[in-house]
């Protein structure tokens, strides 16, 4: 009988499993084998038609001789840093403006209106008020004629025009983690600090924000990976040009594959932009760990 109970046991942990074996099933197929199979293409030049032809490396060579790959990879980088510093001042700025406000409510909900549009409606927007009708108008009516016309058009200003609107659109969720960890800070040491004397930008400075720094992590690898992998915001508002001159690593991996047919580049660049990911987020994950053990 103890034999029977146990084996109907085993047999209900092994039926747990088989629930799972869809998404594993999905996971298998669809992400890893496509990962696996992006692998193997960016060492070969294919056009999506005829035969692929084995290059080694030289798809990756290419990312850092070709200039418009050269450009992307700057304006990546343009794309972190400035995303890093606005998302993590802005956002803690407003939080802690809205603790101390008696209508927190309020001002919470407007700051955070943004962040429900999706990227694509507030790059049509965005694009529309910065057209040669749009905000530019204004410039023309107070004789400022130079100023008419299409700021999207502008090499590179329009790169930090696109920044400023892709944070404009994700300080709202940012601004929201760090309400979560202000109004989780231990009151008894803020008030402690306060009887020494601390208040302002003092008692924030050495007090606040040491104990925010969680928070702040997880902002700032939110941010991060975010800005590595914008896509929609430019594809809408400049498709990388003029030129390509707007384009980011993400951007960059789509042009090559889908408008130059060059899938073999495509991949190696999708490669090279999922490594950085991964590494960034393994390295703030083991980080963490670390710190907590």
Do not use: H
């Not at 629930?19 to 298998?28: K, N």
């Not at 101390?100 to 990227?119: D, E, I, M, V």
């Not at 008894?188 to 400075?205: K, N, T």
């Amino acid at each position: 009988m103890t034999g029977e109970k146990r084996t109907g046991r085993a047999f209900r942990d092994w039926t747990d499993y088989l629930y799972l074996m869809p998404a594993v099933l999905l996971i298998g197929v669809f992400f890893i084998s496509s990962i696996i199979y992006t692998l193997r293409l960016s060492f070969f030049s294919w056009d999506g038609f005829n035969e692929q032809t084995f290059v080694g490396l030289e798809n990756y060579r290419a990312i850092f001789q070709d200039s418009n790959l050269r450009i992307s990879m700057m304006n990546t980088l343009i794309w972190v840093v400035c995303s890093l510093v606005i998302n993590l001042a802005i956002p803690l700025l407003l939080a802690i403006l809205i603790v101390n406000s008696t209508a927190s409510s309020l001002f919470k909900n407007f700051f955070y209106f943004p962040s429900t549009l999706s990227g694509i409606v507030a790059s049509v927007i965005m694009a529309a008020m910065l057209s040669t009708y749009g905000v530019p108008q204004f410039f023309g009516l107070i004789g400022m004629k130079s100023w008419v016309r299409d700021w999207l058009a502008i090499p590179y200003l329009n790169t930090f025009i696109m920044i400023m609107m892709g944070c404009w659109s994700g300080i709202g969720m940012s601004m929201l983690l760090f309400l979560a960890g202000l109004r989780s800070v231990d009151r008894s040491c803020v008030e402690a600090a306060q009887i020494d004397g601390a208040q302002g930008v003092r008692l924030y400075g050495r007090v606040i924000l040491p104990m925010l720094s969680g928070t702040t992590k997880v902002v700032l690898l939110m941010t991060m990976v975010n800005s590595f992998k914008v896509f929609d915001n430019i594809w809408v508002m400049t498709k990388g040009g003029p030129y390509r001159t707007s384009e980011t690593f993400a951007l960059s991996m789509y042009v090559e594959s889908f408008v130059r047919n060059n899938y073999g580049g495509g991949a190696a660049v999708a490669v090279v932009l999922s490594t950085i990911v991964m590494a960034v987020s393994i390295l703030n994950l083991w980080n963490n760990f670390r710190r907590e053990a």
